[in-house]
């Protein structure tokens, strides 16, 4: 075992020696190449992050430039568009094809013993109409009577059934007649007639009759629905103070309309349908125009 003194000379020359030197530079070198490699290490990161901060503010400053972009477009052209709609819708409803029914012409000289009818249809538009197609029909009852109308009465009076009902019902066996319209123009539709004796005896018993049918036609401008247009006569034959016939027509109170108006009809047809099957029944009307 060394002693004390030979501990210290031996430490001495240890130290003399260039070991320790060298022993304590590898190991600054370990040191300092550590230190350097964290350097470059996170000088690369911040490099990656301020690319990525750029890169981001790039997206959000171009999506928010046209998010302005696209907000200004809306504020000058919306307008703009909406008017073009109105000035095309207003354009269409001044130019469109409009048809109805004009008149109702009656006539005992066609054939003997006959009344005949014929209905006027009119185009009171500044255009032809497009694949237009006509039905007509007539319903004359002795017992349709409306002044006063009978007890249990349910269909509204004055008042036909509705003609696109009728039309769907018997398409099959008496399909629509394809007809042309010009602009301001009229076209007559024979409808039919019934023997004159048949008349006399609705006249005694104050009943009334309807000639009625419907138009469906396109009005030729793009984007727009095909068109409808209801109309109805109802039809008084009379007896004057020597016993002679004499036939009176007037309009329907439903069934003369066009497009959105025939919806507005129909319900009001029904709700007055339901109001004369409530009073029949002696229950209290539901709400609406009893007309």
């Known amino acids: ?72 477009m809306i504020r000058v052209y919306a307008p703009i568009k909406a008017q073009a709609e109105f000035t095309q819708e207003s354009y269409v409803a001044v ?5 109805d029914g004009k008149s109702l012409v009656i006539s005992d000289s066609v054939f003997s013993g006959y009344h005949f009818f014929q209905v006027h249809l009119e185009n009171t538009g500044n255009t032809r109409t497009q694949n237009a197609e006509v039905f007509t029909h007539f319903e004359f009852r002795e017992d349709e009577v409306n002044d006063p109308p009978p007890a249990g009465r349910v269909r509204p009076a004055h008042s036909s059934l509705d003609p696109e009902l009728v039309f ?20 007559p539709i024979n409808v039919g007639g019934i023997p004159t004796g048949a008349m006399i ?31 109805c006569y109802a039809v008084v034959p009379l007896l004057d103070a020597d016993g002679k016939l004499d036939v009176k027509y007037g309009l329907c109170w439903h ?4 497009d959105e108006e025939c919806e507005n009809d129909k319900s009001r047809y029904f709700l007055r349908m339901a109001q004369n099957r409530a009073r029949g029944q002696g229950l209290p009307p539901p709400p609406g125009d009893s007309k």
């Not at 069934?255 to 066009?258: D, Q």
């Open 168 to 187: 769907n019902s018997i398409k099959d066996n008496f399909p629509a007649q394809p007809i042309s319209l010009a602009a301001k123009g009229i076209v």
């Open 255 to 258: 069934w003369n309309c066009a």
């Open 95 to 99: 130019q469109r094809p409009f048809v």
């Open 1 to 72: 075992m060394l002693s004390r003194r030979e501990i210290s000379k031996l430490s001495k020359q240890i130290h003399r020696s260039n070991a320790f030197e060298r022993y304590r530079d590898s190991i600054g070198a370990l040191v300092d190449e550590y230190r350097s490699f964290r350097t470059d290490q996170a000088k690369a990161d911040r490099g990656r992050f301020i690319r990525d901060c750029l890169t981001l503010f790039g997206l959000f400053t171009a999506a928010g430039i046209s998010a302005f972009q696209l907000h200004e």
């Open 201 to 231: 005896k609705m006249a005694k018993n104050r009943a009334e009759g309807y000639v009625y049918g419907l138009v469906r036609y396109n009005d030729g401008f793009a984007g727009t629905p095909r068109r409808i247009s209801k109309f």
